[in-house]
Structure formats: structure tokens, C-alpha cells
């Protein structure tokens, strides 16, 4: 047999192996977590991008100037992802008569509780929702809490202006049946109907008059957007590892079959001749 030719036999013997049960399961399944790693990466490369804009979002509306709600919303109106967070003022009278609490609401110590909800009518008589706050859920959640009281009379608040609230982006299920005057979303378009009254799109959730009770809500913070980054090339790295793995596994089962081969061709000594 030509020599080229038994290297060829030869070298294809080696690799009988990966026709094996087991290496075949294995080739198959590093095939396929290959793009699926890949695919993985480009999702954190999505959701980084994502979180990144939502935090530039945050950014640009919690350091823009504040203007007045009417400037932003209006009866029936849906807050943009780009009015939200803006900081807006707003000069009228608390109605503390029409006051609910938004139920299982947690501070920024996650300890749970109550959002106080106080309708604010402007001077045109239109009406803001605004969130004053946290208060703990002392006691049973059946009764209506006790409330510390905002400032009587005429008076201007600053907040954050929030877009509505829905089950689909909240993940909060809108319970019916509540104890009165206890709600699970802040829908202003739900409050209109409650209140009869023309009220503006969203709410606002307060920052002045500072108080300490309620709990005023704190800012929404930035995401942890170079943490998904940070997954990204993980995956990715990950899926140029499978290759070199496998052909790690191969080159050692190759070497162990040489070994064993070797071993078994190599004659066995011979005993000493007995004296």
C-alpha cells in the first residue's frame, strides 16, 4: 500500500471514535448551544441598550427644568416615556375628602405598605392625583389608615410626573372588591369616573413641601445596565469556548487511545530465571 494512503487509514482510524454513540450526543449538543449562546449575548446586547436608554431617559427629565402640569398633561392625555419623571409644579387645594390608598406598596426599605393618593384640584378645577407618599400598613389592611394631613389652603407642590399605571406594565393585578377607598393601580381615567371630575392624564409623584409622613417616594434610580454588557461578552465568550473544548476532548481522547495501544504492544518483561 502506498505510504500516503496508510497515513490517510491511519489518520481516519483515529477519529472512528467520534462516530461513537456518546460522541455524537456530545458534537450535537455543542453544535447546538453554540448560537444559542450567541443568541443569548445579542438579548443582554438588547436589554443593555435598552436599560441604557431608559437610564439616559431618567437623566435628561429628572435634571430638566420644572414647568407647570399643564404643560404636560391634560384631561384624557397618556404621559410619553418622555414627559415621565419630569419635574412639574402644580398650585392648588388638597381634597383630602376624596383621599385612597394604593394597597401592598413597598419603601425604600421594602417594608410594606400604603401609597396616599390625594386628588389636588387646580384653580381652573381641574384635578392632579397626587402621590404624597408611603405610610406603614399598621394594624389590619380592611380599615381605612389614619393619614397625616397635607397643607391646608391654597398651596404649591413640585413631583414627578407618572404615566398611568396598568396591570400589563406593572404586573400588579387590579383586584376589585377592595375595602373602600383602597385601590391597586393609579389610573387617572379610573379617577375621573370615581371623582366626576376633569382630570389630567397620570399623576405625580410628590417631592415638595418635603414631609417626613407620609414617606415621600424616592427617585427611580438608575438600572444596572453595564451589568447585562457584562453578560453579553460572557455568552459570547462562552460560545467560542464550545469549539475549542470539544476539540480539547478530542485531542485527549486521542492521546488516551495511544497510550492504551501503546501499552498493550509493549512486551511484558520477563520474570528472572529462578536460581
Known amino acids: 500500500m502506498h505510504p500516503t494512503a496508510r497515513r490517510y487509514r491511519r489518520g481516519v482510524h483515529r477519529?472512528?471514535?467520534?462516530?461513537?454513540?456518546?460522541?455524537?450526543?456530545?458534537?450535537i449538543v455543542a453544535i447546538a448551544l453554540i448560537p444559542t449562546m450567541i443568541?443569548?449575548?445579542?438579548?443582554?446586547?438588547?436589554r443593555y441598550e435598552e436599560?441604557?436608554?431608559?437610564?439616559?431617559?431618567?437623566?435628561?427629565?429628572?435634571?430638566?427644568?420644572p414647568v407647570p402640569v399643564e404643560r404636560l398633561s391634560s384631561p384624557?392625555?397618556?404621559?410619553?416615556?418622555a414627559e415621565k419623571y419630569r419635574t412639574v409644579t402644580a398650585t392648588g387645594?388638597?381634597?383630602?375628602?376624596?383621599?385612597?390608598?394604593?394597597?401592598?406598596?413597598?419603601?425604600?426599605?421594602n417594608e410594606v405598605g400604603f401609597h396616599v393618593l390625594t386628588p389636588f384640584v387646580l384653580g381652573d378645577g381641574k384635578v392632579l392625583l397626587v402621590n404624597r407618599g408611603w405610610?406603614?400598613?399598621?394594624?389590619?389592611?380592611?380599615?381605612?389608615?389614619?393619614?397625616?394631613?397635607p397643607p391646608a389652603g391654597r398651596t404649591t407642590i413640585t413631583g414627578r410626573l407618572m404615566a398611568d399605571e396598568t396591570t400589563a406594565a406593572s404586573g400588579i393585578k387590579n383586584v376589585q372588591g377592595l375595602p373602600d377607598r383602597q385601590i391597586m393601580l393609579i389610573n387617572s381615567a379610573e379617577e375621573a369616573h370615581r371623582l366626576g371630575a376633569q382630570v389630567l392624564g397620570g399623576y405625580v409623584d410628590q417631592t415638595g413641601p418635603q414631609t417626613d409622613s407620609p414617606e415621600q417616594i424616592s427617585d427611580p434610580g438608575s438600572e444596572d445596565a453595564p451589568l447585562n454588557y457584562a453578560y453579553m461578552i460572557q455568552w459570547w465568550l462562552f460560545a467560542a469556548a464550545v469549539p475549542v473544548g470539544w476539540w480539547f476532548l478530542v485531542r485527549r481522547e486521542i492521546r488516551d487511545q495511544e497510550e492504551a495501544a501503546a501499552a498493550?504492544?509493549?512486551?511484558?518483561?520477563?520474570?528472572?530465571?529462578?536460581v
Open 15 to 27: 477519529y472512528r471514535f467520534l462516530l461513537s454513540r456518546q460522541w455524537v450526543i456530545l458534537t
Open 39 to 46: 443568541r443569548l449575548g445579542f438579548w443582554q446586547k438588547h
Open 51 to 65: 436599560r441604557t436608554a431608559r437610564n439616559d431617559l431618567v437623566s435628561s427629565a429628572l435634571h430638566a427644568e
Open 76 to 81: 384624557g392625555h397618556t404621559v410619553t416615556r
Open 93 to 109: 387645594t388638597f381634597d383630602t375628602a376624596k383621599e385612597e390608598v394604593v394597597r401592598r406598596r413597598t419603601n425604600a426599605d
Open 135 to 149: 405610610i406603614p400598613a399598621n394594624g389590619a389592611q380592611t380599615a381605612f389608615p389614619k393619614i397625616p394631613a
Open 264 to 274: 498493550e504492544a509493549k512486551p511484558e518483561e520477563a520474570e528472572p530465571a529462578a
